[in-house]
């Protein structure tokens, strides 16, 4: 097989920045028939000493301070924009308008008007673009939807999902940008509810109208006195407001008719990323839990009442699950979702063709959050039509 590399830069070298590097590192471990592979051509970070150390453990080639120079390089093909949420739209704007394809975090962008721009200059420069809804890759998820498309549940009639998490639930969490309306947009919203509602809509379809309630429950933070990485702690700076989210809890109507119920919250004592999901159908139902992955709850039959719950450990014939485990039940973890994605993101690439989230699915899921803003201001149901 005659294998073509791409280059490959990542901009912005938190935590994520290191996800994507190592999912483009493990590709062909897991997809060997994928005929290109990345070459890691340059980080940008301009936290000082961040890039080089990267560069040094990953085996960068080059390193850049600023980001605008890798728009510029011609060794790069392909762009990982693993930076803060208020930086998506300009760089995602600029690094397809210099012929660069992106694979950008959620939620590309603070608002919807910032998702778009990004669409549109990927549509318009005839780039390639997804975007990091990773909890679609799990193969209990896919296989979740294949149940609901085949009509194993019947019509379905509700759904709830839910993703709380106690990243923020610490007094001493440092004000960083994530707690800035300018910089880090809806809060909660953008960093939780966009996987909520990218889930909805990949197991359901569109998403016509919803009503939200919103709010913060730890009004002030202390301002870090350096660089920060993740959640750090911070104390004894200065006391600031938090400007966005906390918690928020949806209603959704569905264009199918469907009914839905979306929560998430950051500030959850007890809670480490439990996410997931409940779908219910005239005929069975089918339960998801993140933190056990590989694992789909499945009622289904003509029993109707008091009908059982079978758990169905997923194996080689759901999802990508054959690239990673030889049998069902062995586990996967979240890395491996990144490695999917990459995966999409690259064969993308190579065949001009989106495979994965595209930035209109981006679009539609920040439409939805800022339709939810508003409607948690207004106090009233909104139309996403």
């Given at each position: 097989?005659?294998?073509?590399?791409?280059?490959?830069?990542?901009?912005?070298f938190?935590?994520m920045?290191?996800?994507h590097?190592?999912a483009?590192q493990?590709?062909?471990?897991?997809?060997?028939?994928?005929?290109?592979?990345?070459?890691?051509?340059?980080?940008?970070?301009?936290?000082?000493?961040r890039a080089?150390?990267?560069?040094a453990?990953f085996?960068?080639?080059?390193?850049?301070?600023?980001?605008r120079?890798?728009?510029?390089?011609?060794?790069v093909?392909a762009?990982?924009?693993?930076?803060?949420?208020f930086?998506?739209r300009?760089?995602?704007?600029?690094m397809?308008?210099a012929?660069?394809?992106?694979?950008?975090?959620?939620?590309?962008?603070?608002?919807?008007?910032d998702?778009r721009?990004?669409?549109?200059?990927?549509a318009?420069?005839?780039?390639?673009?997804?975007?990091?809804?990773?909890?679609?890759n799990a193969p209990?998820?896919?296989?979740?939807?294949?149940?609901?498309?085949?009509?194993e549940?019947?019509?379905v009639t509700?759904?709830?999902?839910?993703l709380?998490?106690?990243?923020?639930?610490?007094?001493?969490?440092?004000?960083?940008?994530?707690?800035?309306?300018?910089?880090?947009?809806?809060?909660?919203?953008g960093?939780l509810?966009?996987?909520g509602v990218d889930?909805a809509?990949?197991?359901?379809?569109?998403i016509?109208s919803?009503?939200?309630?919103?709010?913060?429950f730890?009004p002030?933070?202390?301002r870090?006195?350096g660089?920060?990485?993740?959640?750090?702690?911070?104390?004894?700076?200065?006391?600031?407001?938090?400007?966005?989210?906390?918690?928020?809890?949806?209603?959704?109507?569905f264009?199918?008719?469907?009914?839905?119920?979306?929560?998430?919250s950051?500030?959850?004592?007890?809670?480490?990323?439990?996410y997931?999901?409940?779908?219910?159908?005239t005929?069975?139902?089918?339960?998801?839990d993140?933190r056990?992955?590989?694992?789909l709850?499945?009622s289904?039959?003509?029993?109707?009442q008091?009908?059982?719950?079978s758990?169905?450990?997923?194996?080689?014939?759901?999802?990508?699950?054959g690239a990673?485990q030889?049998?069902?039940?062995?586990?996967?973890?979240?890395?491996?979702?990144k490695?999917?994605?990459?995966?999409?993101?690259?064969?993308s690439?190579a065949?001009?063709t989106?495979?994965?989230?595209?930035?209109?699915?981006?679009?539609h899921?920040?439409?939805?959050l800022d339709?939810?803003?508003r409607?948690?201001?207004?106090?009233t149901?909104?139309?996403?039509?």
């Open positions: 097989m005659d294998v073509r590399t791409v280059g490959v830069a990542v901009v912005g938190g935590w920045g290191r996800v590097t190592q483009y493990r590709i062909p471990h897991h997809f060997p028939e994928l005929p290109v592979r990345a070459e890691l051509v340059t980080v940008a970070e301009d936290v000082p000493g080089e150390e990267a560069a453990r085996g960068f080639a080059s390193t850049a301070r600023d980001w120079d890798v728009a510029a390089d011609p060794r093909h762009v990982s924009i693993t930076a803060p949420n930086l998506h300009e760089i995602g704007v600029a397809a308008e012929g660069k394809h992106i694979w950008i975090e959620k939620p590309v962008g603070l608002t919807s008007e998702a721009a990004v669409a549109d200059a990927v318009k420069a005839g780039v390639r673009g997804t975007v990091g809804f990773n909890y679609r209990a998820v896919a296989y979740a939807r294949e149940l609901i498309a085949s009509g549940l019947g019509a509700h759904v709830r999902i839910r709380f998490s106690d990243y923020a639930a610490h007094p001493d969490s440092a004000l960083t940008w994530r707690y800035e309306r300018a910089r880090g947009g809806g809060g909660v919203l960093d509810a966009s996987h889930l809509r990949f197991l359901l379809g569109d016509a919803l009503a939200a309630d919103t709010a913060v730890i002030e933070r202390a870090p006195t660089a920060t990485a993740g959640h750090t702690l911070a104390t004894g700076g200065e006391l600031g407001p938090v400007e966005n989210e906390d918690y928020v809890n949806c209603l959704l109507r264009a199918s008719g469907a009914r839905g119920v979306l929560e998430a950051r500030v959850s004592v007890g809670e480490q990323n439990n997931g999901f409940e779908v219910h159908g005929k069975g139902a089918v339960f998801w993140y056990r992955m590989g694992e709850g499945v289904r039959g003509t029993s109707y008091d009908q059982p719950v758990t169905v450990f997923v194996g080689p014939g759901h999802g990508a699950y990673f030889p049998g069902a039940a062995n586990a996967m973890g979240y890395d491996d979702l490695v999917i994605e990459a995966h999409n993101f690259l064969r690439v065949e001009g989106s495979y994965g989230p595209s930035l209109d699915d981006a679009v899921s920040a439409t939805a339709a939810m803003s409607s948690a201001e207004q106090g149901w909104v139309s996403l039509g």
